[in-house]
Each structure stands twice: as structure tokens, then as C-alpha cells.
């Protein structure tokens, strides 16, 4: 059974950081791309960031430069650097395992409940 426990969400000013984790299990964690999605209040499902089982990435232009992913296949964790935090960056925070290793299949998978975690709220305000 996949498990995806997403932890490291909080309150911060605008301009902090927070760093969330995902920790997996159920899987071949090593041979599957990862994705970080967020919702924001009264919004739909918006995609972050991608890591591919070759540490290939892609990010939202609205998070690129400041959000980090990268991964810990001996722990089969999935992170997020969060840097230069912004209002619009409030959401809930999950993970998703994408279908197979390559970043386009994250889209296949992302919009459905059972390959994502609980999420983590990150809520950003003065």
C-alpha cells in the first residue's frame, strides 16, 4: 500500500523559509518521479514542482527560483525548499507519486487522491 506522510508546514512571515518532507512507503520509491501539488483556499489542485527518478526537475513559474525540491532515495523522502515566501504561497502542501520515473507522468497522477499524502498546511502572513 503507498504512504505518503508530508510533514515541516507552518506559520512564517512573508520572506521566511520552510523546508516540508515527504516520507514514502509501499513503493520502489527509487524508481518513481515525485511531485509536490498545493491548494490554495477556495482553489483547485495547482502542480509545484517535479523530481524524476534521474534528480531531473521542473518547477512553476511561480515558484521557480525561490522553491527547491530534491530527494533522499536511502530514506525515501521527497523535500521542498521554500525560500522567499510569499501571501499567495498559503496552500496546503502535498505529495504525489507520479506514475513511473519520468517527470511527464507526474501529471497522470497528481490530480488523484489515493497517490497523494494528507498534505501539510503552509500558511504565509504577517
Known amino acids: 500500500e503507498v504512504q505518503l506522510v508530508e510533514s515541516g508546514g507552518g506559520l512564517v512571515q512573508p520572506g521566511g523559509s520552510l523546508t516540508l518532507s515527504c516520507a514514502a512507503s509501499?513503493?520502489?520509491?527509487?524508481?518513481?518521479?515525485m511531485s509536490w501539488v498545493r491548494q490554495a483556499p477556495g482553489k483547485g489542485l495547482e502542480w509545484v514542482s517535479r523530481i524524476g527518478m534521474m534528480d531531473d526537475t521542473t518547477y512553476a513559474d511561480s515558484v521557480k527560483g525561490r522553491f527547491t525540491i530534491s530527494r533522499d532515495n536511502a530514506k525515501s523522502t521527497v523535500y521542498l525548499q521554500m525560500n522567499e515566501l510569499k501571501v499567495e504561497d498559503t496552500a496546503v502542501y502535498y505529495c504525489?507519486?507520479?506514475?513511473?520515473?519520468?517527470?511527464?507522468?507526474?501529471?497522470?497522477?497528481?490530480?488523484?487522491?489515493?497517490?497523494r499524502g494528507q498534505g501539510t498546511q503552509v500558511t504565509v502572513s504577517s
Open positions: 509501499g513503493f520502489a520509491f527509487q524508481g518513481y518521479a
Open positions: 504525489a507519486k507520479c506514475d513511473v520515473g519520468t517527470l511527464w507522468s507526474c501529471a497522470l497522477t497528481e490530480q488523484k487522491e489515493a497517490y
